[in-house]
């Protein structure tokens, strides 16, 4: 049986945590995300509780998982909505409403099996089906030295933007890249 891609739901915030301190244990998490291990963990149940809850619901922000047909979880993806007047999510303006996908993950296992191109897919159809705001486009940002994530992105139709900040501590940049609403 197949994965099946959905929706977190509040209740699930054990498997939240989890999923998401194993994407920061990943050799890969310097250069994908901005978290770390060590500070993740040590948050309270409260923050995940919120977290999961406020992934679930509403239109501001969705979290999408692979869920296994033994009830694990290979994987995720987060969709952030920004609205065109306000600020966006590392406080630059971006004067059109937009989804920004973020902490996309796929356990190394079920790495090349079409599985991230599937959350992208739910994620992206979400984002496309919002009413208001109605997003115009698709971002994320991708670290520069991660060629790996940079061309799934491509291949997904995603495509440089040439915009670019400095995010992380390590000193190097990360390279936005959107993909325009079909």
């Not at 209740?11 to 770390?36: C, G, N, Y």
């Not at 996908?101 to 919002?130: D, I, K, M, S």
């Not at 061309?151 to 997904?156: E, I, L, N, S, T």
Request: charge should be negative; glycine fraction near 8%; include cysteine.
């Amino acid at each position: 049986m197949e994965h099946v891609i959905r929706p977190v739901r509040a209740e699930e915030w054990p498997k939240v945590k989890e999923l998401r301190l194993a994407s920061l244990a990943d050799p890969a998490a310097p250069v994908a995300f901005l978290d770390t291990y060590e500070k993740a963990s040590a948050q309270p149940d409260a923050f995940w509780q919120d977290r999961a809850e406020g992934a679930a619901h509403g239109n501001s922000v969705r979290q999408f998982v692979a869920e296994g047909p033994d009830g694990s979880w290979a994987g995720s993806v987060t969709v952030l909505v920004e609205s065109a007047d306000g600020e966006a999510l590392f406080g630059d303006r971006i004067g059109v409403a937009q989804a920004h996908l973020v902490g996309v993950f796929v356990r190394p296992e079920h790495r090349g099996c079409g599985l991230t191109e599937r959350l992208f897919a739910a994620a992206l159809a979400w984002a496309w089906e919002l009413e208001e705001p109605r997003l115009e486009r698709a971002r994320l940002f991708v670290h520069e030295n991660n060629p790996r994530a940079q061309g799934f992105y491509r291949k997904a139709g995603f495509v440089p933007t040439g915009v670019t900040a400095l995010l992380g501590d390590d000193g190097c940049r990360d390279l936005e890249m959107v993909l325009e609403r079909p």
